[in-house]
């Protein structure tokens, strides 16, 4: 029993020392420095819940959270339900679908700074009709004057949340095999019992594969909350418009080097995630059904 212990402690040794040394010390490293006044160039400074009561009394940081919250309240379940639609049209079993899946999930692939600039451009309003975007040029030739994406407050917001969608190809991947392993004779059962497509989908379908729908949310409610390149590269005319809270923070550990309030935001928004995560798993136990209940 000794021997297997210490097997056990060799084994999973390297990843504890990894967790104590990038993760667990630069975390409480950071909530040393949240209550202090550091720049990188001169020591530290004490200063208690000052951060704290600077970050609470400041309209950047309450812009920037808005602007975080309208991405999630309006781009996850945008994200979760084109995940779904497109998981139905992709599960039809006709010639050449493998051809499908593999396009619609090489763009969650295909990500990073490259393709984010490659939508911007493609999203670019234009100036008196001079360098318009793809996405507009497009939309002109049926006629349809493209809305001003970045020079639109209106507009801003939707883009980011728009360019986001493109990685949508990661929930498509587990929302296959979750409505594959739908039992079929449910729905066969349904069917005969006279019920409707959209019924199916909400009395057999939609609680089959609710533990998926509750990961897939969970994830995209921490990444989104937690965004920070869409709205870095494809700006609104006005920052202010699209800036996160991630960026504000970024802002002020790398161009200001307030790297105590920066700490101290990072503290807030750990907080902010967590609570939303408790409170998004705890409603979950209503709808959500597993195949031991």
């Known amino acids: 029993m000794k021997k297997e212990k210490r097997r056990f402690w060799m084994y999973i040794s390297p990843w504890i020392l990894g967790f104590l040394v990038f993760t667990a010390g630069p975390m409480l490293a950071s909530l040393y420095l949240s209550f202090t006044n550091y720049d990188i160039l001169t020591p530290s400074s004490w200063v208690g819940f000052e951060n704290y009561t600077t970050i609470f009394s400041n309209d950047h940081f309450w812009n920037s959270l808005g602007n975080t919250f309208y991405y999630t309240i309006i781009g996850v379940p945008l994200h ?3 995940g779904l639609v497109v998981s139905f049209l992709l599960l039809k079993n006709i010639p050449g679908i493998m051809v499908f899946r593999t396009a619609f999930y090489l763009p969650s692939i295909f990500g990073g700074v490259a393709i984010l600039l490659l939508w911007n451009y493609m999203l670019a309003p ?3 009709g001079q360098n318009v975007g793809l996405i507009n040029a497009v939309l002109s030739m049926f006629g349809i004057e493209g809305p001003g994406w970045s020079s639109e407050e209106g507009w801003a917001k939707i883009a ?9 190809g990661g929930t498509i991947l587990i929302f296959l095999p979750a409505l594959a392993s739908v039992p079929k004779e449910l729905l066969e059962a349904s069917e005969i019992d006279g019920a409707s497509p ?5 009395s057999v379908i939609l609680p089959a594969i609710s533990p998926a729908v509750l990961f897939v949310g969970t994830m995209e409610i921490i990444n989104t909350l937690k965004m920070f390149i869409e709205p870095m590269i494809i700006p609104g005319l006005d920052t202010a418009w699209t800036d996160t809270v991630m960026i504000y923070l970024y802002q002020n550990a790398f161009e200001y080097f307030r ?11 750990f907080i902010i995630i967590l609570i ?6 705890q409603a979950s ?5 597993y195949d031991s209940e």
């Open 80 to 82: 979760v339900i084109l």
């Open 160 to 168: 980011v949340i728009f360019v986001k969608l493109w990685g949508v």
């Open 285 to 289: 136990k209503k709808w959500v059904h």
């Open 276 to 281: 939303v995560t408790i409170i998004n798993l």
């Open 198 to 202: 959209w019924r199916r989908f909400i």
């Open 259 to 269: 790297m105590g309030y920066a700490s101290a935001l990072a503290w807030v928004m």
């Open 126 to 128: 234009g100036y008196n």
